[in-house]
């Protein structure tokens, strides 16, 4: 065991450029932390020969340190919903717009066009060309109200 101390650094090296590029197969983030904790182990060993014990604590904490840091750096940014917030939500982005009625609603089910599309709508009944704001969806109807 003692043989390999001489060269332990270079086994650090090599074990952290083996993690990042395990990242690129495997893409997350996890691994590229660990592999800089790796990198710095062997810096921080090629510096100071330190006992094989001692290197797999230190490995052990900035490994435990790294990950740390790059879960708060990964929670600080942003993820873009805010741009834009009804991305995948097309129904809820039309709550609080009015739209003409384009079929009357007759016992509660009419439609409107919005776009190029129709939407179904459910509420009052309500003669064709009447202007309704959608105030809800259910599903795939949305939920209006006479303006």
């Not at 290197?55 to 750096?73: D, E, K, T």
């Amino acid at each position: 065991m003692q043989d390999i101390l001489p060269m332990a650094h270079w086994l650090w090296l090599a074990g952290g450029l083996m993690l990042l590029g395990l990242e690129t197969l495997a893409p997350g983030i996890f691994l590229f932390w660990i592999g800089l904790a790796a990198l710095a182990s062997g810096l921080l060993v090629w510096l100071m020969p330190i006992d094989l014990t001692l290197q797999l604590v230190i490995f052990a904490a900035m490994a435990l340190g790294a990950i740390l840091i790059g879960r708060s750096i990964q929670r600080g940014q942003k993820t873009g919903t805010a741009d834009s917030p009804f991305l995948n939500d097309r129904g809820g982005a039309l709550i609080g717009k009015v739209f003409p009625l384009q079929a009357a609603i007759v016992d509660g089910i009419g439609s409107v066009r919005i776009g190029d599309g129709v939407w179904r709508v459910a509420g009052a009944d309500a003669a064709a060309g009447v202007h309704v704001r959608v105030t809800g969806i259910d599903g795939s109807t949305l939920v209006v109200e006479p303006t």
